[in-house]
């Protein structure tokens, strides 16, 4: 047993600090097996790198910026970014560079004395924020943040209801599931943990009418500024402004979800920015880390944070702000900043939005629009199976997208904001190509 158990992890390691292995095909069969037998079989059948793939099951192993390479050297154009993980693409220079040398003096932090990196990422952050929202609390990741700003808005007003909307995504921990407006994600763990209306997105006046009957009141609203899961859905302008007036008149929080759409993503540096609202409470996650290292953090105002203040063990956690997350979160916000990949966002984001705009009016029996704002594009099918079969195609041409048997009607862009002008050029090629192909055989 132990022997075994020796081997196994000896193998693991050479995985790690070891090359490509010498027989890649018998490293991947090794890697199915595994997770058939040991995380789940599930995932085996929801994937295209095992589906699409062809000869070969796709494995990863390495990649920088927008470019993903799997065990057999098959390189990847990354329209995926981890679900918006990699807002600075696949293991960032320098915020690589940061980590390491934090790593060199102290990676995990001693729950005691004051850790010098959690102050100064809490400053940067508030300096980001829209105003007033100087004051942090780190998680490790979205739903994380979710579960914190949900507390704090129920501690805070001493309310225990909320409002969310249709379609929205917060997370799958059991709180932040109460906001989910999923139902297959959220039906099978009913009756919800927190008692939660929905509203429709976009719909100021569905959101007033609710909170004018709700007695007593919600703890808060919480909205995604453009909505990420439900396909990149952008509200009309004046939405959140008059959410915002909505909260304010029955003393309700409003608290923006900024998980997906922190950091730049979609163009601004908040989703709340491109309207210039301020929500009392913001949550964060996904890109925060650099695309390096797990964050998460809830920012509000200093009146707010008072209850926490009181007593801030009510709700804390061991490894929440930690030194090597911080490190990669500062150097992820200074490459931000530095090279204003929000602008960057906003224009690459335009060049996708024209030309998928241009192929769905050329195949308007496959792809009906195209959605989003900065680097958080969405294309929406005619049906789930087209959706399929397109993100099929542009995996065999070695492009990567979201995009499952069950979930392909919309399907997100969301690369990284750095992607170099050619990959975006190649990209729009290919899935040009893509479409070509498959309204050639929707039409025969
Ligand atoms: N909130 C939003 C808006 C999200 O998009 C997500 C994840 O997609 C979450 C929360 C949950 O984040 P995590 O998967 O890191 O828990």
């Not at 979205?142 to 001493?158: D, P, S």
């Not at 899961?229 to 608290?255: K, N, Q, S, T, W």
């Not at 209850?307 to 090597?324: M, Q």
């Amino acid at each position: 047993m132990r022997d075994d158990l020796l081997r196994l992890t000896n193998d693991a390691l050479a995985t790690v600090f070891g090359g490509v292995p010498a027989d890649p095909q018998a490293f991947a069969d090794g890697v199915v097996d595994r997770f058939a037998t040991h995380v789940n079989h599930g995932i085996l059948n929801a994937r295209k790198s095992v589906t699409e793939a062809g000869d070969h099951v796709s494995v990863e192993w390495d990649g920088e910026g927008s470019l993903i390479r799997d065990v057999h050297g098959r390189e990847f154009i990354d329209l995926l970014g981890g679900y918006g993980v990699y807002t600075l693409g696949i293991r960032h220079p320098e915020v690589i560079a940061a980590v390491h040398a934090q790593l060199a003096r102290s990676p995990l932090h001693t729950q005691e004395l004051l850790d010098p990196l959690r102050g100064y990422f809490a400053e940067v952050l508030a300096a980001l924020a829209p105003a007033g929202l100087t004051r942090a609390f780190f998680c490790n990741s979205g739903a994380e943040a979710v579960e914190a700003a949900m507390k704090l808005a129920m501690w805070a007003t001493g309310r225990h209801t909320f409002v969310a909307a249709e379609n929205a995504f917060h997370g799958k921990t059991l709180g932040a599931l109460s906001l989910m407006g999923k139902e297959r994600f959220r039906g099978p763990f009913e009756p919800a943990l927190i008692d939660c209306e929905r509203v429709p997105f976009g719909d100021a006046a569905a959101l007033t009418a609710v909170l004018e009957c709700m007695d007593p009141k919600p703890a808060a609203v919480v909205l995604e500024p453009i909505q990420g899961e439900a396909g990149a859905v952008v509200p009309p302008d004046g939405y959140l402004a008059a959410v915002r007036a909505a909260c304010d008149d029955h003393g309700v929080l409003f608290v923006a979800d900024e998980v997906q759409t922190c950091l730049g993503r979609t163009g601004a540096m908040f989703g709340v920015d491109h309207w210039g609202v301020v929500p009392d409470i913001v949550t964060l996650g996904k890109g925060l880390g650099g695309g390096v290292v797990p964050i998460g953090a809830v920012l509000s105002t200093p009146a707010l944070w008072q209850v926490w203040e009181a007593d801030p063990f009510i709700h804390s956690n061991t490894f929440g702000g930690n030194p090597l997350a911080c490190a990669a979160g500062i150097a992820a916000a200074h490459v931000t900043v530095r090279d204003d990949l929000p602008g960057r966002a906003l224009k690459v984001g335009e060049r996708y939005a024209d030309t998928v705009g241009e192929l769905a009016a050329a195949y308007p029996e496959l792809l009906e629009a195209v959605t989003g704002r900065g680097l958080l594009q969405a294309m929406h099918f005619a049906t789930n199976e087209i959706g399929y079969e397109v993100a099929a195609g542009l995996f065999r041409r070695n492009v990567l997208v979201a995009g499952t048997t069950a979930n392909a009607r919309a399907i997100r862009i969301e690369p990284a904001l750095t992607i170099p002008d050619e990959l975006v050029d190649e990209s729009l090629n290919r899935l040009a190509d893509t479409l070509r192909e498959v309204a050639g055989k929707e039409r025969a």
